[in-house]
């Protein structure tokens, strides 16, 4: 397998991590992967994939209720998904 299919069966992975218990999770998190902007780079689907480790109630926390992680990475990484905007726009 070269590097590149390795790279497309690890987004593969990560976007199947994105479906959650929550459904408000799921809409953020799905949002974020169909944008394009999933991390090429290795390190930053690390960053990604240990976002998507932890448990529904702290990535809500994060992601719905405000509050940022202590770590520089995955605080960047909330407020990206953050703004990714919702399909069709503002406004919806």
């Known amino acids: 397998m070269t590097?590149?299919?390795a790279a497309g069966v690890?987004?593969?992975r990560l976007l199947w991590r994105c479906?959650?218990?929550?459904?408000?999770?799921?809409v953020l998190l799905e949002r974020y992967a169909h944008s394009g902007q999933v991390p090429?780079?290795?390190?930053a689907r690390g960053v990604f994939?240990?976002?998507?480790?932890?448990?529904?109630?702290?990535?809500?926390?994060y992601l719905l209720g405000g509050?940022?992680?202590?770590?520089?990475?995955?605080a960047a990484l909330v407020q990206q998904?953050?703004?990714?905007?919702?399909?069709?726009g503002v406004g919806g």
Do not use: H, N, W, Y
């Open 40 to 43: 090429a780079s290795a390190a």
């Open 10 to 12: 690890e987004r593969r």
């Open 19 to 26: 479906r959650r218990g929550m459904k408000e999770l799921d």
């Open 67 to 74: 509050d940022l992680p202590r770590d520089p990475a995955l």
């Open 3 to 5: 590097a590149s299919e």
């Open 49 to 61: 994939a240990r976002l998507l480790k932890m448990p529904d109630p702290q990535l809500a926390a």
């Open 81 to 88: 998904i953050r703004r990714v905007p919702p399909a069709g």
